[in-house]
């Protein structure tokens, strides 16, 4: 334990010892509980089911204190149906929780939410509920190195919907790395299936697939699967037929593969079609002009680059406002030019293939990510007539 009474990542394999050490002395639910908290947050639920099955042959029913514990377990082993039967007597976030990963459901998410007691809990729920949504929630301060790393994931995946995609990944694999070190293998496995789908990996998923399987996670086994059948593998997938969550990844992966459009402002899970499109994008090789963070045209994962810096702000103002608005702001994109009109019609020769590259600006908007790394006069301008 560490010295606020959480739990240590860096000692989980240390932590699991001892919970199973004390549950030997004493089969008490308070040792019962502890054993399962550590389990679940390594993601091991082969052991997390068999250890309840101990619980059922020695003590009978499981006491209501169990639930919480029992939803995270089936949610992750794909057990709706069981986990239906739970829901009305479930805290305030974990049923938020599978309003959110199960249902597909954030406006119900969010609603239960508002009724987490715990700030901190409150505040990272609403953080990943905004990242499916399109939406910004602010991220809590952690408390131990546990919800350090907690965010550190849940950053990823925004980086990621969001469309910084570029620093996002240089970023996933560190972040991979703890959480494998530090044995919380679901917060690794989830990041990093997201970033072998977006650098096209079919082979390292398949053997990231055996990993969840071996751990007895059968939903993330199972998107794993869509993942790799995106990227052409032939694999057989098997869904609950409520499991809405998944069923909309295997949806979004089908138009994926034939093009994605932008999601549109009223979609209740943009952030997840806006991941999408970008996955879509990466996967055609196509060229977009991304606003997300730092002004970048984008060709799947690499950055195109244009003999001129200041030819890329005026794509960026003629893809957001047409010719005639840049024209007429020429002095704003060559502030130091005495004839920025000019320069207009000169820099015209290194954008021309690009004049109608797809923009990301809206999923930017939502994210609040628009040009939020350029420091320029033109980006502040932009800002003020693109917000």
Not at 60 to 69: A, C, R, V
Not at 138 to 145: A, D, K, T, V
Not at 369 to 382: I, P
């Amino acid at each position: 334990m560490s010295k606020d009474g959480s739990m240590d990542p860096l000692n989980l394999k240390n932590e699991r010892k001892e919970a199973e050490e004390r549950l030997k002395e004493d089969f008490s639910e308070k040792n019962f509980l502890n054993l399962l908290t550590v389990l679940l947050l390594m993601g091991d639920m082969r052991s997390v089911g068999r250890y309840l099955r101990v619980w059922k042959e020695r003590k009978g029913e499981y006491p209501p204190s169990f639930m919480p514990y029992l939803a995270l377990y089936y949610m992750r082993t794909m057990e709706i149906t069981a986990l239906k039967g739970l829901l009305p007597d479930l805290p305030p976030a974990i049923r938020s929780l599978v309003h959110l990963k199960v249902f597909a459901d954030p406006l119900k998410a969010l609603e239960l939410a508002e009724r987490v007691e715990d700030e901190f809990a409150r505040a990272r729920i609403k953080y990943e509920i905004g990242t499916v949504m399109g939406r910004s929630y602010p991220m809590p301060e952690p408390r131990n190195s546990l919800e350090d790393l907690s965010l550190k994931a849940l950053r990823a995946m925004r980086g990621f919907h969001s469309g910084k995609l570029l620093e996002t990944l240089k970023v996933a694999d560190e972040m991979v790395d703890e959480g494998v070190d530090s044995w919380l293998r679901p917060t690794a496995l989830h990041v990093k299936e997201n970033e072998l789908l977006l650098r096209g990996k079919a082979s390292e998923l398949h053997f990231l697939r055996l990993a969840a399987h071996d751990l007895g996670m059968r939903r993330e086994a199972e998107r794993i699967k869509i993942y790799e059948r995106f990227l052409g593998e032939d694999v057989e997938i098997e869904l609950h037929e409520e499991d809405r969550s998944l069923l909309k990844v295997l949806e979004l992966s089908r138009k994926a593969r034939e093009g994605m459009h932008l999601p549109e402002e009223e979609s209740p899970l943009f952030g997840i079609e806006a991941f999408w499109w970008y996955v879509s994008n990466v996967r055609k090789n196509r060229t977009y002009l991304s606003f997300s963070g730092r002004l970048r045209l984008m060709e799947g994962l690499k950055e195109v680059k244009i003999p001129r810096r200041r030819a890329l702000v005026l794509l960026a103002f003629i893809r957001l406002k047409g010719y005639t608005f840049a024209r007429e702001n020429a002095h704003v994109i060559f502030p130091e030019s005495t004839r920025p009109k000019r320069r207009v019609a000169e820099y015209l020769r290194y954008i021309r293939p690009y004049l109608r590259v797809p923009i990301d600006v809206r999923i930017a908007k939502r994210f609040n990510t628009f040009l939020d790394e350029e420091g320029e006069g033109w980006a502040g301008f932009l800002r003020e007539r693109a917000l």
